[in-house]
């Protein structure tokens, strides 16, 4: 079983529609949690983190965490399509290593 | 948060032969982290690289062939030795940084790997 799971997608909304994104992880005892963003032939880029249940705003993104189902998700409300890129999730169960899922591919059509 | 900068961002090279990549840090850091992304998937944890002492390495991944040096606490190389095709990839350099108390990864802007 992988650390951390999500959808390889690709994800397609309309422009200015909201995208979720999911994830799953293994490790009961996870504390911190993260996305990142990655454009084609870039380097990931931190764009949110959420370390307790419940939901986690920053401007058009809201971060939602549920341990108890250990499940992490990422909402994109209007949606742009400057925001099609690939989506990380990524985990850090002990404080000493992260973990990334393997992406989920989003696009957003004008 | 912690100011990355990695080189070469890109290089092509003959099988057989070596590369080594460099990442500085803005600032002092006790663990640096290299990771693999092949073309299409995730990130790979290679290693950990603590200043003053050996690295430490994932499954499947050996010193022989990706040693690593750090020998300060704002900058650590990786060399890709003997390259074959399969070491074709995206490397990248990761640092943590203990922003407010929590700990975030960031990431160099990653070394693209090509060999022929």
């Known amino acids: 079983q992988k650390e951390v799971e999500q959808n390889s997608g690709p994800l397609s909304v309309p422009e200015g529609a909201i995208a979720s994104l999911n994830c799953t992880y293994s490790d009961r005892g996870s504390q911190s949690f993260f996305w990142y963003r990655q454009y084609s032939g870039k380097s990931p880029e931190l764009i949110m983190s959420?370390?307790?249940?419940g939901d986690k705003e920053d401007g058009r993104f809201t971060a939602q965490l549920n341990k108890a189902s250990q499940y992490v998700s990422l909402l994109i409300r209007d949606s742009q399509p400057s925001d099609s890129a690939t989506y990380l999730c990524?985990?850090?169960?002990?404080?000493?290593?992260?973990?990334f899922g393997s992406g989920t591919k989003l696009n957003v059509k004008p | 948060s912690a100011v990355i900068s990695q080189k070469p961002s890109r290089d092509i090279c003959q099988r057989g032969t070596s590369l080594t990549i460099q990442c500085q840090v803005d600032s002092q850091v006790t663990m640096m982290f290299w990771y693999r992304q092949q073309p299409g998937q995730s990130l790979t944890l290679i290693a950990t690289?603590?200043?003053?002492?050996?690295?430490?390495?994932e499954s499947g991944f050996v010193i022989d062939k990706f040693p690593i040096s750090r020998p300060n606490l704002t900058f650590s190389t990786l060399t890709v030795s003997n390259m074959s095709p399969e070491d074709s990839s995206i490397y990248l350099c990761s640092v943590e940084d203990k922003g407010a108390g929590n700990t975030e990864a960031f990431f160099g802007q990653g070394t693209r790997l090509t060999v022929v």
């Open positions: 990524a985990v850090n169960p002990n404080f000493n290593k992260f973990y």
């Open positions: 959420i370390y307790s249940n």
């Open positions: 690289a603590n200043q003053g002492s050996e690295a430490t390495y």
